[in-house]
């Protein structure tokens, strides 16, 4: 019998949640960042995953809202702000002893999940919002950042 990726995932998706509910999923884990997308968004090594799905998995970080890069920014300002807080997340990860990985649930567009990275024991939401790179973001209606 052959199964769709999508019918793949959701299995994967709801076998892992069970399994995260059970870890506790406010422990940190040690993975490796692998790449940096922007600023509230990297990538790490996810190989707790089937072969099927891959070994990478991205991670939003929750609770923060971070201004879009080039070409997805509304003006230049939000563009320049994009970069900087792209550049200060690379950097961080980049000089960071220790890295850990906090998974606290899936994102509703589904592919990767949402929860904070902790370098050298200072969680990157808390880093961003503090260097001015960021904003408090739980769900509502973004805020412009071309203002």
Do not use: H
């Amino acid at each position: 019998m052959k199964f769709s990726t999508k019918t793949i995932v959701l299995f994967v998706l709801g076998l892992i949640s069970g399994w995260y509910a059970a870890e506790a999923l406010a422990n940190p884990y040690s993975y490796k960042v692998t790449r940096v997308l922007d600023g509230d968004t990297v990538e790490f090594e996810a190989k707790f995953l089937p072969a099927e799905l891959g070994d990478k998995l991205k991670i939003r970080v929750l609770g923060v809202d971070t201004p879009e890069k080039a070409p997805r920014a509304q003006c230049e300002k939000e563009a320049a702000a994009g970069l900087a807080a792209t550049n200060f997340t690379k950097n961080a990860v980049a000089n960071a002893k220790s890295i850990q990985i906090e998974l606290k649930e899936w994102d509703k567009f589904g592919g990767r999940v949402l929860g904070d990275v902790i370098v050298d024991g200072q969680k990157l939401s808390e880093l961003l919002i503090k260097n001015n790179l960021a904003r408090p973001y739980f769900g509502e209606k973004k805020a412009s950042w071309c203002n």
